[in-house]
């Protein structure tokens, strides 16, 4: 079974810090992951995702993430913090089927 | 180009009463998903339609939740009777065709049980 732990529930980073979240995978085949932010009162919005090939991949509004293989990681970074990053955080991993599993989330908010 | 609709956007109801919750796909996408998140956890899967036909409900908590999507377009996401632990949010998501990997999420319902 294919599933994504988050480090931290709770992130508090300076305007102009570095955002680092964390993501861990378990997955017994090749992984599809996703990185997606839920702004208040709106949706989920996809940032970004790795299926194969290059193993960093960009994202919208300036963030990134590494596909780690030998670390079964996909941290989710982005160089300088905006207010307007203060957003919940979703990794994800594709499942059977084409169902997504979730982790529980990170709240970043970004202080003046 | 409308993204995924879902109707109501909160709904607060007593225990025992029956809930109906409406969810839109963007117009071609033959994907339909729905999604819950109860309060502190994760967001889990619940079903994944294929036009109009169930894919997959391995999600689905028990048979007081009845999904349904007539015709292949719209979803509607029934509980009957709502027990105190139905709370939560539900997102439905979209996506084209199998094997497109994204998908697309709409605002979600919060459904608070009393």
């Known amino acids: 079974a294919q599933s994504v732990t988050q480090l931290g529930s709770h992130v508090s980073v300076s305007e102009g810090a570095l955002v680092l979240l964390r993501c861990n995978y378990s997955s017994s085949v090749p992984p599809y992951l996703f990185w997606y932010v839920q702004y208040p009162n709106q949706g989920l919005q996809l940032l970004l995702k790795y299926t194969t090939g290059a193993t960093l991949v960009k994202g919208i509004n300036g963030f990134e993430a590494e596909f780690k293989k030998s670390e079964t990681s996909f941290h989710l970074t982005k160089p300088s913090a905006h207010m307007s990053d203060a957003a919940e955080y979703f990794c994800a991993v594709r499942g059977s089927g084409y169902a997504l599993n979730f982790g529980k989330g990170t709240s970043l908010l970004v202080t003046p | 180009e409308a993204g995924v609709t879902q109707f109501p956007s909160h709904s607060v109801i007593e225990k025992g009463q029956t809930v109906t919750l409406r969810c839109d796909p963007i117009?071609?996408?033959?994907?339909l998903y729905w999604y819950r998140r109860v309060m502190g956890k994760e967001i889990k899967f619940l079903l994944h339609?294929?036009?109009?036909?169930?894919?997959?409900e391995s999600g689905m908590p028990n048979n007081r939740f009845l999904a349904e999507r007539t015709g292949g377009t719209y979803s509607t996401l029934k509980v009957q009777p709502a027990e105190l632990e139905d709370s939560g949010v539900y997102f439905c998501?979209?996506?084209?065709?199998?094997?497109?990997?994204?998908?697309?999420f709409g605002q979600g319902t919060r459904l608070t049980v009393v």
């Open positions: 998501a979209s996506s084209q065709r199998q094997g497109n990997t994204e998908a697309f």
């Open positions: 339609f294929v036009k109009e036909s169930k894919q997959d």
């Open positions: 117009s071609g996408h033959d994907n």
